[in-house]
């Protein structure tokens, strides 16, 4: 007779008795548990080691509301940040004071790299040399990495002005003083810099109604409210095409791919009226020289990408590529001009 051991209930009814669940259970989140300890401690760096940057999301401040040059710009180098380092990067927008108040938070901002900033002329060199009373300096609070685009302007009017030249816009304005009006962002920016140099060299008034941002202006520009517009060629081509404004010249040394048929302020006689704009990214001045040199890998990685330069041509905009250290010395030499400008214009 064959000996047979007793079998057990799980095996006889074929269920499993909850003390084996747990134990089984128990055993899957240890795996777990154990798997995700090691995932995460590779990452980390080794004891005594700093952190690698970054380990959170990275905020680009833009002095300027959705949908203008500004806010392009830093959505550009938002999503080229997030592939770079695999962290969000998420753009915060702070128009008003031609962007002076964008530049005041990132320039007071803690300098670890999580917070940088995409300026412009308006608020690195023209703020520099006509605000007395700026609230930082735009060479000693700031870390430059690279300017990302050149920006070409051009005069625009609403589609029912009747002018499409330059020295007709002049004849409307000489024949009814201050009636025409015009898009101003306040002092110190580049939109009002070319309007106040082609009413110098014309010799005409208009009068200028402030906005908040050049978005919130183009509607009004849009509906006939206001008459006169001097901004980004970007912004002025789309509403072109749509038969809303006219555009009437573009203030550049040469005239645009996008726009061709439209003839320089040179062309027009207007040879001093050639104003544009760069934007370009930097940190708080003091940001770590690791998280610096991290940060200009990235930017060059940027401004080589095919895909960033077929954003910016799709934009109108010239790329721009700086070798390291080239946008602090652009910086400085600008703001010394500009302000040798300033002290001349206040002379005559």
Not at 11 to 17: A, L, M, S, V, W
Not at 207 to 214: A, D, F, K, S, T
Not at 220 to 227: E, H, P, T
């Amino acid at each position: 007779m064959r000996f047979e051991p007793p079998r057990r209930r799980s095996d006889q009814d074929g269920t499993t008795r909850p003390s084996q669940r747990c134990t089984g259970a128990l055993a899957r989140f240890a795996a777990a548990s154990l798997a995700a300890w090691f995932a995460v401690a590779s990452s980390q760096a080794a004891p005594g080691e700093p952190a690698r940057w970054p380990q959170r999301s990275i905020t680009i401040v833009a002095g300027n509301q959705a949908g203008s040059a500004t806010d392009s710009v830093a959505r550009l180098v938002a999503e080229s940040f997030e592939a770079e380092f695999g962290v969000p990067a998420v753009v915060d927008n702070r128009p008003g004071a031609g962007g002076r108040i964008a530049a005041e938070a990132v320039a007071k901002a803690t300098p670890n790299g999580y917070t940088l900033l995409v300026a412009g002329t308006s608020n690195l060199v023209m703020a520099a040399a006509m605000e007395p009373d700026l609230r930082y300096d735009p060479v000693r609070d700031f870390a430059p990495i690279g300017r990302l685009v050149r920006v070409p302007f051009g005069f625009a009017v609403n589609a029912k002005v009747p002018a499409t030249t330059l020295r007709e816009l002049a004849a409307l304005a000489r024949a009814e003083p201050g009636k025409l009006t015009y898009v101003s962002l306040g002092a110190a920016t580049t939109t009002s810099l070319g309007m106040s140099r082609f009413l110098r060299a014309a010799g005409v008034e208009m009068l200028g109604v402030e906005y908040r941002g050049i978005t919130s202006a183009i509607p009004d520009v849009l509906a006939g409210r206001i008459d006169v517009l001097f901004t980004e060629l970007g912004a002025l081509a789309q509403h072109a095409q749509g038969g809303g404004l006219r555009v009437l010249a573009i203030a550049a040394s040469s005239r645009a791919a996008r726009l061709p048929q439209v003839p320089t302020t040179a062309e027009q006689g207007f040879p001093g009226v050639v104003v544009g704009s760069w934007y370009g990214l930097l940190a708080p001045a003091g940001t770590p020289p690791d998280v610096m040199q991290r940060l200009n890998a990235a930017y060059a990685a940027a401004v080589h990408s095919s895909a960033t330069k077929r954003r910016i041509d799709a934009l109108g905009y010239d790329p721009v590529d700086d070798a390291p250290g080239r946008f602090a010395i652009a910086l400085r030499e600008e703001i010394a001009a500009a302000r040798e400008a300033q002290g001349g214009a206040q002379r005559r």
